[in-house]
């Protein structure tokens, strides 16, 4: 206890470093809390349910059996297709999950903001953390699926750590985008639930991008998920190595709004104690 | 460094400088993306009212001081609180605080009904900024101020006001503070442990803590401030003898109350 005068932390708003680069110490001194915020999400959503963490694994399977029976009588050309929407889907749902999680504790997490001093990036990163956590927890059905349709399982399935990654940092550089509206606007929140059902269809989840008509395609193609689905499936349900081409871009567009978003958000994440 | 008490030499560690701190509060219903945008279109605008919750405010605390804070509700008490406990920039002037800051106004914020008495001292805990291997260490010690083994690996939701109080004071105070930041919370709880809590902020003063404490209770300004800020309408209005604050502070109130509301 005697070694705080070594370590005291000093707070002087006439001296401040960089906001993003502040940010980014408090985090490292937080991370605790990230480990914390994981744990709570990932046990407290459970505790009271019998099934437990199998939830997790069960929920996406019930979705993709739905989806598998509607679109599988359209769709006809693809082998193993619910495997392909599974592997789809578990991409697709951490993303969206996360991102959407992220944001309703970022904006509407007010009440601790205005009571304690944190660094409100812990709370996104720990909504991603989370989605993490379930993802891999998915795995396993998705394994399981992969086995009973007959899609070969290869040794590239252990490189999925790459897209999980880069899909991680896109979430969340997305989420402190959105939340750096949010902060002023709070209905951003809504407005993403809707954006996000249509982002659901313009991502090659449930078809392949080759039945879209060229002309279609070039603008799908604007859409940075298409890559993050496909490099998931490519070390997932396809067993192959993906292109350098395609991780080079979806690592670039991951790693540009992540930096875009965490900087923007820590210069106005000061308002919302300022919102009452 | 509390057991031996050597003479120190008090630095400062809270210092704020002609701080201001303005509100925008929207007029209309101007708070959604939508409106804002049909507005913009329109060429309405949007029309916001400033709100000074604190106007110049130039106050100072040293190591070891109690200081407390007084003033009619709305007056910018737990703005200033707020300000210390780096919540919020001001709008201008400095905010300079030295040291780390144990926010007694957040007790309990971040407790999660589902998860038992053990895991919330985690989550509590790394929410004030503790690591997870200090809170390990001082489990034992926190559990036992609190005086919750019993209930420890029960949900939180079957505590009572009073254990989660209990836990939350012991977990922000486990370790002493430098300063110690006391939001009209101390008269919860029963008394015995009112008294225990209060037994151990003063031996944390002793041992150097800065205190800044707002309350409406005049009792416990006047027995433990050392020096008291009468705040009125977001400006100061006096700083210094608790007695003569709490004096003049009441008299304003009386002198308000019989004139007929503005």
Known sequence: ?276 | MNEHKEPMNRERVIQLENVRVKYQVPTESARTLKEFIIRSVQNRGVHTQEFLALDGISLEADQGDFLGIIGANGAGKSTLLKLIAQVMRPTSGRVYVRGRVAPLLAMGAGFHPDLTGRENIFLNGTLLGYQRGDLEKRLEHIVDFAGLWEFIDAPIRTFSTGMNMRLAFSVATDLQPDILLVDEVLSVGDAIFQEKSLERINRYREGGMTTVMVSHGMDVIRNQCDRVAWIDHGQIRYVGDPGTAIERYTTAMHEREAEPAL
């Open chain 1, 1 to 276: 206890m005697s070694t705080t005068t070594q370590t005291t932390p000093i707070y002087d708003t006439d001296r401040q470093r960089s906001r993003a680069l502040y940010e980014l110490i408090q985090v490292w001194h937080y991370r605790d809390l990230i480990y914390q915020l994981i744990y709570r999400d990932v046990t407290a959503r459970y505790k009271r349910s019998v099934l437990g963490i199998a939830w997790t694994m069960l929920n996406p399977l019930g979705t993709m059996i739905i989806l598998s029976l509607v679109f599988s009588q359209i769709f006809t050309s693809i082998e193993g297709y619910v495997a392909y929407v599974l592997s789809g889907l578990l991409v697709w749902n951490f993303f969206s999950q996360s991102t959407t999680a992220g944001m309703n504790s970022l904006v509407w997490g007010g009440d601790l903001f205005r009571r304690i001093y944190l660094p409100r990036t812990v709370f996104a990163i720990s909504a991603v953390g989370t989605g993490m956590v379930n993802l891999v927890l998915s795995l396993v059905p998705l394994l399981l699926v992969m086995l009973v349709v007959g899609v070969k399982i290869s040794a590239t399935f252990l490189l999925v750590v790459i897209p999980i990654i880069l899909v991680a940092a896109f979430a969340l550089g997305i989420t402190l985008l959105l939340s750096s509206v949010g902060v002023f606007f709070p209905d951003v929140v809504e407005m993403y639930q809707i954006a996000i059902q249509a982002w659901f269809y313009l991502t090659p989840v449930l078809y392949k991008l080759d039945i879209l008509p060229d002309a279609v395609q070039f603008w799908v193609r604007l859409n940075p998920m298409v890559y993050f689905v496909d490099i998931f499936r490519m070390t997932t349900f396809y067993g192959q190595l993906f292109s350098w081409r395609i991780l080079a871009v979806a690592a670039g567009v991951a790693a540009l709004t992540l930096i875009i978003g965490w900087w923007i958000f820590a210069q106005v994440s000061e308002e919302l104690a300022y919102r009452a």
